[in-house]
């Protein structure tokens, strides 16, 4: 019985008590610990040792703060750990003084010490196993203060970790709060529990699978917290986090949900993760998340993550499309909050984009109806999502003719135009280059545009502060007003004509485009009524500058254009009066 010397029921006096004992092999770790900070000889094997001191140290620790009473089992452990300790020590001691006999002895010593401390530290947790710490409310070690050395973060470390393995739930939820707050507060945390105390992973992961909700959710915090770092991702997959995260999805609480969720996430930004998520049914959980009604935009937003991260791989899109992810998203476009419509809609964007039966489908299935909701000007819908809508309906239907005209249909350019004119400065900007492009769509396009009233808003933004803004404005106008019947529109304002001379004086060098301007004016040409309001104009005189300047060789063509036949004598007239 070690030191233990009985007599009938009773301890003979002096005999030390199962409390000093700790006490003393607590602090004879300590010793050895400080000693081995100075030892410069065997730096690996004696890493290896200290691991296992500080192990040790922790379990002793908690021991000694908790109700372990006189248990029997951990007082012979403890007298067998005074003992090996106190033989670490006169080793420890003999490589600090480097007054070894011989290298391949001491590596020998050395092993057999490590050996010897590994198994003790196996029998010290298989003996808490057994329930030897019953506090809750058992001191952990202070936390260090900011700036600590890394030996003392190890330490702090390895101490929550053996109050994680061995004490029971209150200290285990303890040790888990304290864990996410380090981790939390400073990042240098994480690579202590990553390299240098890795086991700290493995059991966090572990508790994911825990049936007690603080537990779990502590623990999917932490985890999540590893792996927002792309260097630590790896650790984390190796350590089988996935499975137990999904799991979580599955039947975790709503808080539990949102935290794995988030985690799966940042893993899967790595594709290479995409199939151990989908191969755990991880796909499933999440769609089901996403197709339940009573969910919140905070859950949905990072399951719609997960997705969006998964569809890169194509047979895992083609298996969400199976399972109806597609009208599952379209239906969500609907929803009240926001943060649920722009991740559905990103979604949306994303399974299709580069695949045209997925798009097809999209169309099929409503999700342009869905879209154009969003955009309609009586529902309060905000700016964010109103402008990812435009910019989903220009992904999905500006890639075909047929999609454009089902578009239009739908009453877009109405929309579109009510954006242009009413729009706040972002979205009338957005709205302003999808009018652009959707300009170059089609001869359709071009025709409904010019129906709508279009052109005059073009008009009025060649004359904007951006030059990107005049040059759009300028590019689509020269594309509209090739079409007849927008021509015909375009000259029966007189403004228009004006404007477009006035912007061609080559010493408004700030000026829209050019050479669309002078494209305006060339469609311009073939219309009789056009011709004359250009030669007339006050501001003709631009062209002949610009041609005489050699700046343009389009403005020399127009000259040529309009000094034909009859209107040689009117030009002559007036650009050299």
Known sequence: MGDEVFVGEYKMAGVPTGASRLRRAVELIFSLLTLSLSIRVFAGKWQLIRNKLEELHSGLIAAENSDSGENPSLSRLVTSIVVTVKECHDLGQR???????????????????????????????????????????????SKPSLGASKEDMRFYVRDLLTRMKIGDLGMKKQALRNLLEVVVEDEKYVKVIVVDVSDVVHAVVGFLGCAEVEIQEESTKVVSVVAGFDSYKGVLISAGVIAPLIRVL???????????????????????????????????????????????????????GVLRNLVGVDEVKRFMVEEGAVSTFISLVKSKEEAIQVNSIGFIQSIAFGDELIRQMVIKE?????????LDPKWSYSSKTKEIAIRAIESLCFTSSSSV????????VDQLLYYVRNGDVSIQELALKVAFKLCGTSEEAKKAMGDSGFMAEFVKFLNAKSFEVREMAAEALSGMVMVPRNRKRFVQDDHNIALLLQ???????????????????MSLTSCNSARKKIVSSGYAKNIDKLAEAEVS????????????????????GIWHS
Not at 113 to 140: H, M, P, Q, R
Not at 278 to 299: E, M, Q, W, Y
Not at 405 to 411: A, C, E, K, V
């Open 95 to 141: 490589c600090v003084d480097v007054s070894y006999s011989g290298k391949l002895l001491m590596q020998s010593d050395l092993d057999v010490a490590f050996a010897k401390l590994d198994g003790l530290a196996k029998k010290l947790s298989e003996i808490y196993k057994t329930g030897v710490l019953t506090n809750g409310s058992a001191l952990v070690v």
């Open 250 to 304: 599955d039947c975790g609480s709503e808080f539990g949900k949102v935290a794995s969720a988030r985690c799966l996430m940042k893993l899967t930004e790595n594709s290479d993760n995409a199939w151990a998520v989908s191969a755990h049914g991880g796909v499933t959980a999440l769609l089901n998340i996403c197709g339940n009604g009573n969910c919140n935009g905070d859950l949905v937003g990072p399951a719609c």
């Open 366 to 374: 409503g999700g342009i109806r869905a879209l154009l909701r969003v």
């Open 405 to 412: 005209s089902i578009l239009m249909n739908y009453g877009f």
């Open 503 to 521: 912007l061609l004086d080559p010493e408004e060098g700030n000026s829209g485009n050019k050479k669309f301007l002078i494209s305006i004016l």
């Open 553 to 572: 060789s389009d403005a020399k063509k127009l000259v040529k254009k309009l000094s034909t036949n009859r209107f040689r004598n009117m030009l002559n």
